[in-house]
């Protein structure tokens, strides 16, 4: 197998795995939220993950790895930390770690399969969704923050093979 083959398999891995834990990141949030819009909001960012990361299973090998419990262990950090946040503050530090995101799953695009383009491209469109949902939220547009991410969460089930 060549170097980018190999490059864009582990990518797609790490990419999956990363979902999992943005699902399992969001839903937790969620429950640490006690502001009912806010809770939704957050329901829907982890329903985004859980629908880009079914879009991607496909395209793992068969021995992929779960996600270790040492990444559950930060992610336990991460929303004490999170929960901790005022909501401004929660969205303004996630706007910044979207784009290196945006930009490895960019290079994934370049790399992948004409098979697998679709699914990727979900995967690069949710964490744009993602941007655009922190970005209207702190603008002071929380009636239309969600658009973008149902859009890419209707796409990715839309195209998500029957098994």
Do not use: C
């Not at 929660?90 to 706007?95: K, P, R």
């Amino acid at each position: 197998m060549s170097n980018t083959s190999n490059e864009y398999r582990d990518g797609i891995l790490l990419a999956w795995q990363g979902e999992q834990w943005g699902k399992a990141f969001f839903e937790r949030i969620a429950q640490a939220t006690e502001d009912a819009g806010q809770r939704a909001k957050w329901e829907v960012l982890a329903e985004l993950e859980e629908a880009t990361g079914n879009r991607l299973l496909p395209l793992l090998d068969p021995d992929a790895e779960r996600p270790s419990a040492e990444g559950y262990r930060a992610l336990d950090a991460a929303v004490d930390t999170y929960a901790k946040l005022s909501w401004t503050e929660a969205l303004e530090q996630m706007v910044p770690v979207l784009d290196p995101a945006i930009e490895r799953f960019e290079k994934l695009l370049e790399m992948a399969p004409n098979e697998d383009r679709e699914a990727v491209q979900i995967l690069v469109d949710h964490e744009v969704a993602l941007k655009r949902f922190a970005e209207r939220e702190l603008a002071g547009d929380p009636r239309t923050s969600l658009d973008p991410v149902r859009a890419v969460i209707e796409r990715a089930r839309a195209a998500q093979p029957t098994p």
